[in-house]
């Protein structure tokens, strides 16, 4: 049996609407209670995971900006790395003017976004926290832990990888696609999988007592690392490609990973 689970929020534990319904509370709350481990595992701003956690009533480790900070489940952090301040500076500006390409950072406790583009799109969808605009000229380049690039272009977004790769090659920090309208960029070594390596070994365990779930590229590491795997139904079609032997389950708007976890630990 799995002592720890792990979760995506984003297509997996949410809706499509970003919500957790009230089955899903239930069936974590009824799974914490056993004395089970639960992990949130999000590319989401800390800020959003708290909140959430609060509003499930449960005490959770969270694994946020997609495993650059760490919390246990006193909310204390206990590992946080940032991106290099000459680094963060270029990929600022690299695409900052651009009207189809949402620049977005998340800071210490902050939430920034160029607010020309954020009208025009969907991609801002914090539960809790709210953006704030991004001004260069004030921005102090320090402390960030993640920059995302968001657009309905999605051939733009991946000449910008390839753009950002030839200057600076993937030897600085980790590009990865978290879904093909969302570009983003963290600390190099830092991701979802090492991530809960790490609090599972601070647990007492190791990654082949987790079970986690997932529907993203920024998931795919954490699924092939952990003792199983699961892919959400609704997954991006690459994360199945790549791992074509972990199962899949349920549908994020059906509740999929809740009745996975009610079938697998046998309550109701």
């Not at 999988?193 to 190791?206: N, P, T």
């Amino acid at each position: 049996m799995y002592n720890i689970v792990a979760s995506d929020l984003d297509g997996t534990l949410l809706t499509s609407k970003y919500k957790i319904t009230d089955f899903t509370k239930k069936t974590l709350l009824s799974l914490t209670s056993q004395g089970l481990h639960f992990v949130f595992a999000t590319g989401r701003h800390h800020i959003d995971v708290f909140k959430l956690s609060d509003e499930l009533n449960i005490q959770s480790y969270m694994i946020t900006s997609n495993g650059a900070k760490i919390y246990d489940n006193n909310k204390k952090l206990i590992f946080n790395r940032f991106l290099k301040k000459n680094i963060v500076m270029s990929l600022c500006t690299i695409r900052y003017i651009d009207i189809d390409i949402v620049t977005q950072l998340y800071c210490t406790n902050q939430w920034y976004i160029h607010s020309n583009q954020f009208n025009k799109h969907k991609f801002c969808n914090n539960l809790f926290l709210k953006f704030k605009i991004l001004n260069l000229n004030k921005l102090t380049f320090m402390n960030i832990n993640k920059i995302f690039f968001t657009s309905h272009n999605i051939k733009k977004l991946e000449l910008l990888k390839k753009e950002i790769l030839h200057i600076w090659s993937d030897k600085f920090f980790n590009i990865f696609f978290s879904f093909p309208e969302c570009l983003e960029i963290v600390p190099k070594g830092i991701s979802k999988g090492l991530a809960l390596k790490f609090v599972a070994e601070r647990l007492g365990y190791s990654l082949n007592h987790c079970i986690t779930f997932g529907d993203g590229m920024n998931d795919q590491d954490m699924l092939s690392m952990s003792g199983k795997g699961c892919i959400m139904n609704n997954a991006d079609p690459r994360l199945k490609s790549i791992l074509p032997n972990l199962e899949i389950i349920g549908n994020n708007n059906e509740d999929g990973v809740a009745h996975y976890l009610r079938n697998l630990y046998q309550f109701t």
